[in-house]
């Protein structure tokens, strides 16, 4: 009996989320539908997330007029916003792959009335031009929030290095020469891909004392229970 009346509070919980809380509702899209190209099922995002890392990469950028960045699964749009006021000139672009995200992330975009914002759908980069940016954000998108659970040996068939390799590997092709690519908080390291022979290390930021931990697999999907990857900047080298 008391299983029950634990389960129906569960469910009115979430039924009342779902009729009140847009963000949620983003979230359980996901959950349900897992469209093809999907990596991160979560759909958790708060302002100035990673206050530290936007800091280094302005200053990394500080010599580019009107830089153009993209922002890699923006979610509802909280990245958006606080890479404009650490890039106060830049051109900023989201891709999202969750509709309703997109949805919830225009109509704060209509509100800003800020023209130099835009936000498209999108599982990947295939349709962005070649050398089109000078900086592209991947924060906490290329994981799957379940590979954290304990017992977990291997990424796949979550998550698989192929997968992260690609998407990597097309980040480089929308980058110029010059241009940054900002990860953080993905299942793989970028230093284990092809395309990071492109790439010199530009920051590394230790992870927060205390902090739950991405955990990291390697390019056979295996778990590298030792692991721990600080390397979060990368500029694409010139010529």
């Known amino acids: ?18 009729a009140t809380e847009p963000r949620y509702i983003s979230e359980w899209t996901m959950r349900l539908w897992r469209p093809s190209g999907a990596f991160q099922p979560f759909n958790h995002t708060v302002p100035n997330r990673y ?3 936007f800091r280094l990469a ?5 010599g580019t007029v009107a830089p153009r960045i993209l922002s890699f699964g923006c979610s509802v749009g909280d990245e958006l916003f606080s890479l404009r006021s650490y890039f106060p000139d830049a051109f900023i672009t989201g891709i999202d792959i969750n509709r309703w995200n997109v949805a ?3 109509i704060r975009l209509a509100r800003a ?17 070649a050398e089109s940016y000078d900086a592209i954000f991947c924060m906490a998108v290329l994981r799957h929030g379940a590979l954290g659970a304990d017992g977990v040996e291997r990424s796949d068939p979550l998550l698989s290095f192929a997968d992260f390799a690609r998407q990597t590997s097309d980040f480089a092709r929308c980058l110029r020469p010059g241009g940054l690519l900002v990860l953080r908080h993905s299942n793989f390291r970028f230093s284990d891909t092809p395309a990071s022979a492109e790439f010199d290390v530009v920051a590394r930021v230790p992870h927060r004392a205390g902090g739950a931990r991405t955990p990291l697999f390697g390019p056979d999907n295996r778990r590298l229970p030792d692991a721990v990857d600080e390397e979060v900047i990368f500029r694409k080298r010139r010529g």
């Open 113 to 129: 009335r800020d023209r130099r914002l835009r936000v498209a759908v999108g599982s990947s980069t295939v349709n962005e031009a």
């Open 58 to 62: 302005a200053e990394a950028v500080s």
């Open 1 to 18: 009996m008391t299983d029950m009346l634990g389960l129906l509070r569960r469910v009115r919980r979430a039924l009342r989320r779902l």
């Open 51 to 53: 206050p530290v890392i």
């Open 104 to 106: 919830l992330c225009r």
